[in-house]
């Protein structure tokens, strides 16, 4: 089989750099990769970088190979153009149709999905001018990532960082693997809770679990990828940030509680994916508990965390909002998940199967979902993206 041709455009930012191992993870993965940079992007790495890891010749210009008609080929034959970083003027002239350069033109000539991964000060990117550039090619069906919060050149810090590649790779996966052109979770707001809660006795410990948060990241990551600003809500995790999503880092079921009504207020779709602890310790000791020589331990008193699921479900933010929940299950999976959707009032529920070595932490699961309407979907052993996708489809059809 032909190797997917991915066209890597680069634009004249400092995280032009960042590109290159962009570059390779694409090469490495088996895709075909032409570089076209801008004459700026030259400035931070050069030509010499971009074709020996491409192994492609490269060139900024249209007057290159005329008789190759490189200004209209590289795009029509790309299954995936990805910009990173995209400048706010190459925002500006991809919104506006300009074609000034093979990038341009490139852009103005695909028919395959196009993702761009905008990098620039915070001025820049919350300038209006941006901000409706960014609109514009969402509108159209462009995958445009939020930039990341962080350290900015020289001084600064703020929004506008370029994600990290290795995630800007993971939401090019996805949009390859998909291939449409027309993401249909775009201008839907989903929150997507992952994680497991803990509830401290005392300042070195606490009352946990072993959910690993990557099933929900899954989720998180593949609506990124399928066109939705996503509110991650991260229990205790200690994952690298997807690309294009706002994580909001919690502790606690109570914190997570309140950090999902928050996020929820405007959201589409509420997925609660985090293991939420279902009782907390009464009495929290300011200093660690110390064991007392000869003495039984005393007992711990645990109090009853409130249900967010089914606290959502039951008083929806909007109307039309999707809420789905998981339920990891022992025994009598599907019987015990179809009480437990009715209880919860939700209308999706992801049902899968737990055991010492099944599920947690691994990159693989395995479910059922069961809708509130009677639908029952199965879903294959497969990688945790496959699942997500899944859920995504059932909420899509839902929002529709
Ligand atoms: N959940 C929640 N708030 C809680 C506990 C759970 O929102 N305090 C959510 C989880 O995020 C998950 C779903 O509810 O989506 C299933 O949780 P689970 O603990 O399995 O359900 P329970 O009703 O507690 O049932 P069980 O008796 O099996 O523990």
Redesign the pocket.
Known sequence: MDKPKVVLGVSGGIAAYKACELLRRLTESGHDVRVVPTASALHFVGAATWSALSGHPVSTEVWDDVHEVPHVRIGQGADLVVVAPATADMLAKAAHGLADDLLTNTLLTARCPVVFAPAMHTEMWEHPATQENVATLRRRGAVVIEPAVGRLTGVDTGKGRLPDPAEIFEVCRRVLARGVTEPDLKGRHVVV?AGGTREPLDPVRFLGNRSSGKQGYALARTAAARGARVTLIAANTGLPDPAGVDVVPVGT?VQL?EAVLKAAADADAVV???????FRPAEYAAGKIKKKDDKDPDPIVLLR???????ISADRARPGQVVV?????TDDVLA?GRK?LA??GCDL?VVNEVGERKTFGSEENEAVVLGADGSETAVPHGPKEALADTVWDLVAHRLA
């Open positions: 809770s079921a509680r609660m994916a985090a293991a939420v602890a279902d965390n409130p249900d967010i699921l089914a606290e929940g998981f339920a990891a299950e015990n437990k209880r919860k529920l």
